[in-house]
């Protein structure tokens, strides 16, 4: 459900993987097009879609008779979407998210405003995450992931309509490590972005990665995730991923903000939805609500949204109380 760059490729992995899939496409001259000639105009024009790819923009179609639900939508609007869609899941369905955020107003993670809006068990939903940029997956470049359900049996069902010869899927049961590390990751590379464009060199990102991967981990701890979720794929994996890579939106986001854009200008640059931009002001609210501190978060934040200049975040953080590395 959602025909953008992730959906698009994961659609990809699907098919490749044998399993069938319909993507549902907002517009449908996008879902007339993926139908037609197998390849989605707006985002992988030179990428031809396996022969098991469909696309229908009509919601009702694509999820009839469908066992198996994946969700790819900007995550501020999935509850409105879902709202529109649930009337049409089959009972037993697996709602599969690959979204990364938290939303504002609620903070709730994905997978919570799933499972209330469509009054779906914890035991039917699940989350994709892990270092996953979509344009190196989709030219078919070796990586790993990690598919997370409280329910075991159901990731192994996930994870068996998903492996290809480019695309490794683990399991996990920590849904909420998983979904935390997915979410958390885009403010950081956020912060990454700003350092590198404003010149700072590989102390300052490698800092700005293990301090917060720190933030990440006491939070996901507060909330009852494992710490170990974080090491891998999902936490680690992921944000170095997208701290490192120019393929990352927040990341490319991030650099203009460091050489001086405004958001405005930023977003015209990146031509695509970074979610740490508004994952930052629901990620500190919901830090803020179960007392837990986010230094780096904070800043993100305050940059982005309230006018802080990217220099005096970072003069900010580095004279705040000096304390011991495991506090």
Not at 22 to 35: D, G, L, N, P
Not at 64 to 87: F, I, K
Not at 166 to 192: H, M, Q, S, W
Not at 255 to 274: F, M, N
Request: charged share 20%; proline share 4%.
């Amino acid at each position: 459900m959602g025909a953008g760059s992730w959906g698009t490729v994961f659609a990809k992995i699907l098919a490749d993987a044998g399993t069938p899939v319909t993507i549902w496409a907002r517009r449908e001259s996008v879902a007339a097009t993926i139908e037609a000639e197998h390849r989605n105009p707006d985002y992988y024009p030179d990428v031809e879609l396996p022969a098991l790819v469909s696309a229908t923009s009509d919601a009702a179609a694509a999820l009839r008779g469908a066992d198996l639900v994946v969700l790819s939508v900007p995550s501020q609007t999935l509850r409105e979407n879902l709202a529109a869609w649930t009337e049409h899941l089959e009972s037993d369905a697996t709602l599969l998210s690959l979204m990364k955020g938290i939303e504002l107003g609620t903070t709730e993670r994905m997978t919570e405003v799933i499972a209330e809006v469509t009054g779906a068990p914890a035991s039917r939903v699940a989350v994709l995450s892990g270092p996953n940029l979509a344009r190196e997956i989709a030219e078919e470049q070796p990586t790993a992931s990690v598919v997370a359900c409280v329910d075991h049996g159901r990731a192994v069902d996930i994870q068996k309509a998903i492996t290809t010869s480019y695309f490794r899927p683990y399991t996990n049961t920590d849904v909420v490590g998983c979904e935390l590390g997915g979410a958390v990751k885009n403010v950081i590379a956020l912060a990454y972005g700003m350092a590198a464009g404003m010149g700072m060199g590989d102390n300052t990102k490698a800092t700005i990665i293990t301090r917060g991967l720190a933030e990440t981990t006491r939070l996901g701890m507060r909330l009852g995730a494992d710490p170990v979720t974080f090491a891998g794929l999902a936490g680690l994996g992921d944000l170095v991923a997208t701290c490192s890579s120019p393929l990352s939106r927040n990341h490319t986001f991030g650099v203009q903000l460091g050489l001086g854009s405004t958001l405005e200008e930023a977003a015209a640059v990146t031509k695509q939805t970074a979610e740490g931009v508004k994952s930052c002001r629901s990620i500190t609210d919901l830090a803020r609500k179960v007392a837990v501190e986010m230094p780096i978060c904070d800043a993100v934040e305050r940059v982005c949204h309230e006018g802080l200049d990217p220099r005096a975040a970072v003069a900010e953080l580095m004279g705040r109380e000096t304390k011991p590395e495991t506090d």
